[in-house]
């Protein structure tokens, strides 16, 4: 005998007792759907790109049979037993997963439990919220998928949550050593955190004897930068100037020993600050796009440094300069399609309004001492270096465009890195290389100045430049656009906290805000579980 639509057979569940309500179920599977479906539509979404979709099609892939109570009730305690150390290991926030205590019925406490298990993998995957800019995202268009289906679908075959999590969490291993740095830091946050150091004069290598010490000595014991059996002591000695000088490093301050108010400060920052900070950055890694290139150029804004990576290998690493805080270098995932050699530098109509104009009012010579024309005249006439020009009639906006040419003073340097991008940013090198020598480097327009721009440039053009760049652009002064063999990925991000291969937790400032932005919406995401009053299934 045949059918032309699938035979449903009787589903038959248990008694149980939830919320005071003992439910016998002994239903067909069309009726088991209309119930399901009406405690979905119910349920606050867990994937809201897909409005319950996921859930709906776990149930049907089931033939529509609980995955979590009635026989499977033991299983599904387990994991909600789990699900809470999950969340935390992960640098997340437990509350959205949490369930009702007492559901009404059996089916609202598995369709509950699917649905928290289904967000908890969908954050753990692509993150709890969309990676907007303001975050220190790409946008939320650059989002990664998620297969909830067969997430939830490993999980009811009796896949460990663990093994799931780590099946799904971002593939990169600066994720894992950050989740292994937020764990030390969450035991050092059980142990006590650490104390606060008073404030008092600037502390100087082997010169200082204060009182304040033993309290810096406890300080750099919770973090591990000082030997414990050093705790004692009211001197700044060599070894605690050596503890202090490590901290430094991986805070993004000079390391020089003396702790003057930016030390101090970080120092005093409170363990759960720390947390908090290392969760925004675990967030951002889920943000990742799972494929990075073979080869690719990432920036770290806040570290204000890059790396060219090649097959997995740092080829090159160097301090860069970005935006200041007026002008933020923002985040993107982009490419690079060309280098300019000897760029000449059209200057942006904002640094022209904004900083050009009123140093002209005051030295009327400033274009021809900067090897600044206005590109609207003849080269080299006297009207393009401004002659007869009365700079103090004009209002606030410049009515005319600059340019400075290729040369020893251009604010470009030698070389120009193309990105596709609608914010005009790209990266460059400057004739001004005092920047690099400093911890603070968020000093520019926006754009990304190089430490080693001919050396990134050989690289990205490939083996017939090995060695010759430099030798080139000394001999030619041509202004040339050399179009690269393929497109480079490059990658502008945010990440205020990581753990470097020595297994050293690193911290910077939030020097635009995002982690802080990041964190509110965060706690402010906290979905609840609990579902709506729906209308009884027809």
Same mark, same amino acid.
């Given at each position: 005998?045949?059918?032309?639509? *699938?035979?449903?057979?009787?589903?038959?569940?248990?008694?149980?007792?939830?919320?005071?309500?003992?439910?016998?179920?002994?239903?067909?599977?069309?009726?088991?759907?209309?119930?399901? &479906?009406?405690? #979905?539509? %119910?349920?606050?979404?867990?994937?809201?790109?897909?409005?319950?979709?996921?859930?709906?099609?776990?149930?049907? $892939?089931?033939?529509?049979?609980?995955?979590?109570?009635?026989?499977?009730?033991?299983?599904?305690?387990?994991?909600?037993?789990?699900?809470?150390?999950?969340?935390?290991?992960?640098?997340?926030?437990?509350?959205? @997963?949490?369930?009702?205590?007492?559901?009404?019925?059996?089916?609202?406490?598995?369709?509950?439990?699917?649905?928290?298990?289904?967000?908890?993998?969908?954050?753990?995957?692509?993150?709890?919220?969309? *990676?907007?800019?303001?975050?220190?995202?790409?946008?939320?268009?650059?989002?990664?998928?998620?297969?909830?289906?067969?997430?939830?679908?490993?999980?009811? &075959?009796?896949?460990?949550?663990?093994?799931?999590?780590?099946?799904?969490?971002?593939?990169?291993?600066? +994720?894992?050593?950050?989740?292994?740095?937020?764990?030390?830091?969450?035991?050092?946050?059980?142990?006590?955190?650490?104390?606060?150091?008073?404030?008092? *004069?600037?502390? #100087?290598?082997?010169? %200082?004897?204060?009182?304040?010490?033993?309290?810096?000595?406890?300080?750099?014991?919770?973090?591990?930068?000082?030997?414990?059996?050093?705790?004692?002591?009211?001197?700044?000695?060599?070894?605690?100037?050596? $503890?202090?000088?490590?901290?430094?490093?991986?805070?993004?301050?000079?390391?020089?020993?003396?702790?003057?108010?930016?030390?101090?400060?970080?120092?005093?920052?409170?363990?759960?600050?720390?947390?908090?900070?290392?969760?925004?950055?675990?967030?951002?890694?889920?943000?990742?796009?799972?494929?990075?290139?073979?080869?690719?150029?990432?920036?770290?804004?806040? $570290?204000? %440094?890059?790396?060219?990576?090649?097959?997995?290998?740092?080829?090159?690493?160097?301090?860069?300069?970005?935006? &200041?805080?007026?002008?933020?270098?923002?985040?993107?995932?982009?490419?690079?399609?060309?280098?300019?050699?000897?760029?000449?530098? %059209?200057?942006?109509?904002?640094?022209?309004?904004?900083?050009?104009?009123?140093?002209?009012?005051?030295?009327?010579? +400033?274009?021809?001492?900067?090897?600044?024309?206005?590109?609207?005249?003849?080269?080299?006439?006297?009207?393009?270096?401004?002659?007869?020009?009365?700079?103090?009639?004009?209002?606030?906006?410049?009515? @005319?465009?600059?340019?400075?040419?290729?040369?020893?003073?251009?604010?470009?340097?030698?070389?120009?890195?193309?990105?596709?991008?609608?914010? &005009?940013? @790209?990266?460059?090198?400057?004739?001004?290389?005092?920047?690099?020598? /400093?911890? @603070?480097?968020?000093?520019?327009?926006?754009?990304?100045?190089?430490?080693?721009?001919?050396?990134?440039?050989?690289?990205?053009?490939?083996?017939?430049?090995?060695?010759?760049?430099?030798?080139?652009?000394?001999?030619?002064?041509?202004?040339?656009?050399?179009?690269?063999?393929?497109?480079?990925?490059?990658?502008?991000?945010?990440?205020?906290?990581?753990?470097?291969?020595?297994?050293?937790?690193?911290?910077?400032?939030?020097? +635009?805000?995002?982690?802080?932005?990041?964190?509110?919406?965060?706690?402010?995401?906290?979905?609840?579980?609990?579902? /709506?009053?729906?209308?009884?299934?027809?």
């Amino acid at each position: 005998m045949s059918f032309a639509r *699938p035979f449903y057979v009787s589903l038959t569940l248990g008694l149980a007792t939830l919320g005071g309500n003992t439910l016998a179920w002994a239903e067909s599977a069309p009726t088991m759907q209309r119930r399901i &479906d009406t405690v #979905i539509a %119910s349920v606050p979404s867990a994937d809201p790109d897909r409005n319950g979709r996921t859930l709906r099609e776990f149930y049907r $892939a089931r033939g529509y049979h609980l995955a979590w109570t009635g026989p499977k009730a033991a299983a599904g305690a387990r994991l909600l037993d789990e699900m809470p150390g999950r969340a935390i290991a992960e640098g997340l926030d437990r509350s959205p @997963y949490a369930l009702p205590a007492s559901p009404s019925t059996e089916i609202e406490a598995d369709v509950l439990q699917s649905s928290a298990l289904l967000r908890l993998g969908r954050d753990i995957a692509i993150g709890r919220l969309d *990676p907007d800019r303001s975050f220190g995202g790409f946008g939320g268009k650059n989002r990664n998928g998620f297969d909830g289906v067969r997430f939830l679908r490993g999980l009811a &075959d009796g896949k460990p949550l663990a093994d799931q999590a780590a099946a799904y969490q971002p593939p990169f291993v600066g +994720y894992l050593r950050l989740k292994e740095g937020l764990e030390k830091t969450q035991a050092i946050a059980r142990a006590g955190g650490w104390p606060t150091i008073p404030d008092g *004069p600037k502390l #100087i290598p082997l010169e %200082s004897i204060d009182d304040r010490l033993p309290i810096l000595r406890r300080r750099l014991i919770a973090t591990g930068d000082l030997d414990p059996a050093l705790a004692d002591g009211t001197t700044y000695d060599s070894q605690v100037v050596e $503890a202090v000088k490590r901290f430094q490093r991986r805070h993004g301050l000079d390391p020089d020993g003396t702790i003057g108010a930016r030390s101090l400060a970080a120092l005093n920052v409170p363990v759960e600050a720390r947390l908090r900070q290392i969760a925004a950055n675990l967030e951002r890694w889920r943000w990742m796009p799972h494929q990075l290139g073979r080869l690719h150029v990432s920036v770290n804004i806040p $570290a204000a %440094s890059l790396d060219l990576v090649e097959d997995g290998a740092v080829a090159i690493s160097m301090r860069v300069v970005v935006g &200041d805080t007026r002008h933020p270098t923002p985040s993107m995932d982009t490419s690079m399609s060309s280098v300019v050699l000897n760029p000449p530098w %059209s200057v942006p109509t904002s640094i022209v309004n904004n900083e050009i104009l009123p140093k002209l009012r005051r030295d009327p010579n +400033y274009l021809a001492n900067r090897n600044l024309q206005i590109a609207d005249y003849p080269e080299d006439s006297p009207e393009a270096a401004g002659d007869g020009i009365d700079w103090n009639a004009i209002g606030k906006k410049f009515p @005319y465009r600059l340019r400075q040419a290729p040369g020893p003073d251009n604010a470009l340097g030698q070389l120009k890195f193309n990105l596709r991008n609608a914010d &005009d940013i @790209y990266l460059h090198d400057t004739p001004n290389h005092r920047a690099f020598s /400093r911890a @603070y480097r968020a000093l520019s327009h926006g754009c990304i100045r190089l430490e080693e721009p001919v050396e990134l440039g050989e690289i990205l053009l490939g083996k017939s430049w090995r060695g010759r760049l430099g030798e080139n652009l000394n001999a030619d002064k041509r202004t040339r656009t050399l179009k690269l063999e393929r497109n480079i990925p490059v990658y502008l991000v945010y990440f205020t906290a990581w753990v470097d291969p020595a297994g050293e937790i690193n911290f910077r400032e939030d020097i +635009y805000g995002h982690d802080r932005r990041l964190g509110q919406a965060l706690r402010q995401s906290r979905a609840p579980s609990r579902p /709506r009053p729906a209308p009884p299934p027809t």
